[in-house]
């Protein structure tokens, strides 16, 4: 195989003028034409997944061993991200790929806050979530959030501190945080830290932690809604992908949202259709959709090396389960908006505009960004999308129920102003506190930290 070289002079610095003052030649550097080198590792990629379709496993062993020498010699984000998906056809072919059940959700979450750290994607998902809710409670003096994915609960300081802000005084606030029963204690651990935060800050708040095995066990009656002195929100961010590997489990899930009759449901969900059932479709859309994703990680002006690393990584799991994984195994189903507005349709939501001045300041969360110029907010019907050049990477929605459409667009409305910027970018360290013994039995465990008023509150 031959191998195109570009020459370029150059010539040395001053500092080395005294160390070799004959020498005045230029030096003469060859150098691998990395374009070309792309556009063949692309190509020996997608003929490598070709192969694997067609169950011709002799070929496809040999490309994926030409992927694996092509991506070493190719610096970049192409490099990496064809690194990954070399790693995923190999344990595609060897079937070698490990099951969803091993993954270590504590090593996940670790590998999301340092993604939370590097790029906008998750403030981005949480800031225009986080818009909506407050939208929709503009008036309420009880408010009753359900995160149907808790994780590190980044989203809700920032929330919290927005309400503390409200003229005439906050609300309280009650959040039901949904989470892995392996992760029992961290569930509880944060519990006692948003407590402690709204302690801070003035916000009377009740934390009720429940754990379910599937959000498809979860069932209406759990969250002890009290609409008679709350408003209820559900808030989806991207956990409703994953539903899509066991048939039936999404419509479960939204008609268990649609029971406890929420004011409004956001959801943010990656913008890609990677649950085709055409492998070689799926690998070429996942193909495009990492490349920008890591794209964007490597055009960071200033960016710390761990945080790259680990969120480079992360993304990396989940190229792994799109291309390795099949059957129930594959949860990282994501698709398009567009197919979510039928979903949302089928199961009796109606979209909610989230208007322009969401769209503002998510511009100007954008802005503050290193490498924010690639960036781009994109309206989509009422929707909002993050796009890293011209490529939409994330969706953000929200929706409410049918039934109570116009009551909704005549009852609320409110509009932000730069601070929420801030509440997003500062939210305070959360305390540490002390864990608590939980029960361990059963499908579904809930457990609750009690309210506290601001009569008990010491700031």
Sequence with gaps: TTTSITSKRIRLGPWCDSASSESTQPVVVLAVDSQETGVRLVQALVACAEAVQQENLSLADALVKRVGSLAASQAGAMGKVATYFAEALARRIYRIHPSSAAIDLSFDEILQMHFYESCPYLKFAHFTANQAI??????ARGIHVIDLGLNQGMQWPA???????????????RLTGVGSPSNRDG????GWKLSQLAQAI?????????????LSDLEPDMFETRPESERLVVNSVFELHPLLARPGSIEKLLATVKAVKP?????????????????????NEALHYYSSLFDSLEDGLILPSQDRVMSEVYLGRQILNVVAAEGVERVERHETLAQWRKRMGSAGFNPVNLGSDAFKQASLLLALFAGGDGYRV?????????????KPLIAA???????????WRRSYCCRFDTMSVTHLLSVPVLVESRS?????SKKCVSWCIPLMKRDDLRV
């Design 202 to 214: 003035g916000v009377e708040f009740e934390f009720n932690g429940l754990t379910a095995e599937r």
């Design 378 to 390: 994109e309206e989509n019907e009422g929707s909002l999308m993050l796009a890293w050049q011209t």
């Design 134 to 139: 407050l939208e929709a409670v503009a008036t």
């Design 436 to 440: 608590q013994a939980l029960p361990r």
């Design 187 to 190: 569930i509880e651990q944060l």
């Design 263 to 283: 004011s409004i449901v956001t959801v943010v969900e990656q913008e890609a259709n990677h649950n085709g059932v055409v492998f070689l479709e799926r690998f």
């Design 397 to 407: 929605s929200a929706w409410k129920l049918s039934a109570v459409a116009a009551e």
């Design 159 to 173: 929330l919290m501190q927005a309400l503390a802000l409200r003229p005439g005084g906050p609300p309280s606030f």
